[in-house]
């Protein structure tokens, strides 16, 4: 997988782009409305613009990313809006009477940072051949590498795809209203890419690490599926993790405490700058998630085993509805196998204890892959409006998948699962 790091683009160095006029920023559009035969299609520069229960009608209940009060979240902290880079412009389409059917987390896009899908060539070679890249659309929630609905409809509606297929059209139609470069969802579900296709975006595939649960009894159940060799390692590390005189908690709800939370941020910052990036959350995000969706929030911490012990360490997780999705980590300093602990075994012991079917821990790592975790596809779409920069990713993309495709199978190989294993 190191290798798709390192690709080049070199057909994206030969081609033209395509002249177009300086596109216009989307808050100077004349308008944010478009009529439309299934309704009127409308951009929000801000979630509030909608009510809860009517996006969250479309979202659904499964996956915590989408809902309202997540999305709200981030606006109202500051992690997206002005100056961040991240213009919300959500897009609602309502039929004749005012109802909403459909919706999309929207937004204008001045860079590719918090995206997990890297399309840095793509920008850097356009920008070569005389075009501009950015601004750009994006159907995403921010900093979320988290597979879920982006083409918004309540799932139980009989004319669901139809409002998606509307949805979809005005999204295209705004992209080229706006004279963007392109509109590019991301972490789009396999229910949603054949639409997609159809309307001519083009599919990128990539690959996440998932835990699988066929029904284990316990952790040591888990430990039973893996080869002698992989079994000790595992038991090995979390004994070690166990053995630093720290004691680890997996809050929910009003256990998780303003204390927990500072203490969090903290460690997300102090992760961070040692890893030479850039801190997307703020803290008062963090307060929000909890005061308004604490119920859906796992948050492992650790702490020093002894009176008002200092707390040493934390990984956010949010609960969906089958799956324990996996978010982020920090630590105060380098203690060795802590992260193992609170990120993976602790998500592993909480998703057994209460039946949930899944453990997604996002991009990269292949040290996941020894711990139980496999590779899973994900995918992308995305619509560009060069015709010229169009066929050149899409014979990256091409040639990308068949990369994809031997890594996933590579990884799986090495996995730590005895043969007989029933989700082998």
């Known amino acids: 997988m190191r290798g798709l790091g390192r690709l080049r683009l070199p057909s994206l160095l030969f081609f033209k782009a395509g002249e177009a006029q300086p596109p216009q920023t989307p808050h100077s559009l004349p308008g944010r409305e478009k009529s439309m035969a299934a309704g009127r299609l409308r951009f929000c520069p801000s979630i509030t613009e909608v009510p809860a229960p009517a996006w969250d009608a479309c979202a659904g209940p499964d996956n915590p990313f989408v809902s309202h009060a997540f999305l709200h979240a981030l606006e109202a902290s500051g992690s997206v809006g002005e100056g961040t880079g991240w213009g919300p412009l959500h897009a609602v389409l309502e039929d004749a009477r005012g109802r909403v059917r459909a919706c999309a987390p929207l937004y204008a896009k001045s860079h590719s940072y918090g995206e997990y899908?890297?399309?840095?060539?793509?920008?850097?070679?356009?920008?070569?051949?005389?075009?501009?890249?950015?601004?750009?659309?994006?159907?995403?929630?921010?900093?979320?590498?988290?597979?879920?609905?982006?083409?918004?409809?309540?799932?139980?509606?009989?004319?669901?795809?139809?409002?998606q297929a509307a949805l979809l059209e005005g999204l295209l139609d705004f992209a080229r209203r706006l004279n963007v470069s392109g509109l590019h969802l991301t972490f789009v579900p396999d229910d949603e890419t054949p639409l997609l296709a159809d309307k001519g975006l083009l599919l990128r595939q990539g690959f996440q690490y998932h835990w699988e649960n066929p029904g284990y009894r316990d952790f040591d159940d888990f430990l039973a599926s893996l080869t002698s060799r992989k079994r000790k390692a595992l038991r090995k590390e979390r004994e070690r993790a166990n053995r630093q005189g720290i004691r680890f908690l997996t809050l929910q709800g009003a256990a998780i405490t303003e204390r927990h939370w500072d203490a969090f941020d903290r460690f997300y910052r102090d992760t961070v700058d040692r890893k030479w990036g850039g801190a997307y959350l703020t803290r008062d995000f963090f307060l929000?998630?909890?005061?308004?969706?604490?119920?859906?929030?796992?948050?492992?911490?650790?702490?020093?085993?002894?009176?008002?012990?200092?707390?040493?360490?934390?990984?956010?997780?949010?609960?969906?509805?089958?799956?324990?999705y996996g978010r982020t980590w920090g630590?105060?300093?380098?203690?060795?196998?802590?992260?193992?602990?609170?990120?993976?075994?602790?998500?592993?012991?909480?998703?057994?204890?209460?039946?949930?079917?899944?453990?997604?821990?996002?991009?990269?790592?292949?040290?996941?892959?020894?711990?139980?975790?496999?590779?899973?596809?994900?995918?992308?779409?995305?619509?560009?409006?060069?015709?010229?920069?169009?066929?050149?990713?899409?014979?990256?993309?091409?040639?990308?998948?068949?990369?994809?495709?031997?890594?996933?199978?590579?990884?799986?190989d090495d996995g730590p699962f005895r043969a007989e294993d029933p989700c082998s």
Request: aromatic share 10%; hydrophobic share 45%; charged share 20%.
């Open 331 to 412: 630590a105060a300093g380098d203690a060795r196998f802590l992260h193992f602990e609170a990120c993976y075994y602790r998500a592993l012991d909480y998703a057994i204890a209460h039946g949930l079917n899944r453990v997604e821990a996002g991009a990269q790592g292949e040290h996941k892959i020894s711990r139980g975790y496999r590779p899973r596809a994900t995918w992308s779409a995305h619509w560009l409006a060069d015709p010229a920069l169009g066929r050149a990713v899409a014979e990256f993309i091409t040639h990308e998948r068949a990369l994809v495709a031997q890594a996933m199978v590579a990884l799986a």
């Open 288 to 324: 929000r998630l909890g005061a308004t969706m604490g119920d859906r929030v796992v948050l492992v911490m650790g702490e020093e085993d002894r009176p008002n012990g200092a707390l040493v360490c934390g990984a956010l997780n949010l609960v969906g509805g089958d799956t324990l």
């Open 117 to 163: 899908v890297f399309d840095w060539e793509w920008a850097r070679a356009y920008q070569r051949a005389g075009g501009r890249y950015y601004p750009k659309l994006q159907g995403a929630v921010p900093f979320t590498p988290v597979t879920g609905p982006r083409l918004l409809a309540p799932p139980q509606d009989p004319e669901r795809r139809d409002w």
